[in-house]
């Protein structure tokens, strides 16, 4: 064949085509975390244990790390909650533990919050936080306090302050992962209304 009869076919036009299929809405339910949430949301932890520094931690959590923690929250009557999507995957989750092992900071605790890889971006992270509040208030916590990780971590800090967190304390170089040292930023927030 000739040079010349290798030429782009041509493109249809736009009344031609057909319509593209739209994507679907970003759309979730939030719930309780069950004991069968568990694999996908150790899965959605340990992408951010390998590949961030949003969590201190530097192992990824096996099945009995992360079924301890999930029952820890459940024995305290603290919220663990889970973003799904309407066929059922797991998009993120969150959920709070005790401040301090005392028995006189069982009234404060840490929150903790986890979006799949493709759920970022959408709103879910406000979602979870704002629910999160809300059943940590009704569980009778009155305060929350945020650990957020000095760098990479500003639509973590952002989201909070957005809830009305404020920064009460910086820590720098409390940890040490992939070859550098990290701080930490110390956001808090009373729950009780009034």
Do not use: C
Request: charge should be positive; aromatic fraction near 12%; charged fraction near 25%.
């Amino acid at each position: 064949m000739l040079e010349e009869e290798y030429q782009p076919r041509r493109t249809l036009p736009p009344h031609l085509r057909p319509a593209p299929v739209p994507e679907a809405p970003f759309s979730f339910e939030i719930r309780a975390a069950e004991l069968g949430d568990l694999p996908s949301i150790r899965e959605i932890y340990n992408h951010y244990v390998l590949n961030s520094s949003v969590t201190f931690d530097d192992a990824p959590w096996t099945f009995p790390e992360a079924r301890k923690t999930f029952e820890n929250a459940s024995q305290r009557g603290y919220p663990f909650i889970v973003a799904v999507s309407p066929s059922g995957q797991i998009l993120g989750f969150a959920w709070v533990q005790a401040w301090n092992s005392k028995a006189s900071h069982r009234f404060s605790v840490e929150n903790y919050i986890y979006l799949g890889p493709a759920s970022t971006g959408k709103g879910l992270g406000r979602a979870l936080l704002g629910e999160l509040i809300d059943r940590a208030r009704a569980a009778g916590v009155k305060h929350m306090i945020a650990v957020i990780a000095d760098k990479g971590a500003d639509a973590s800090i952002r989201l909070h302050e957005s809830y009305g967190f404020k920064v009460s304390g910086q820590m720098g170089k409390v940890g040490f992962k992939f070859d550098r040292w990290l701080g930490t930023v110390i956001m808090e927030k009373n729950l009780r209304k009034g």
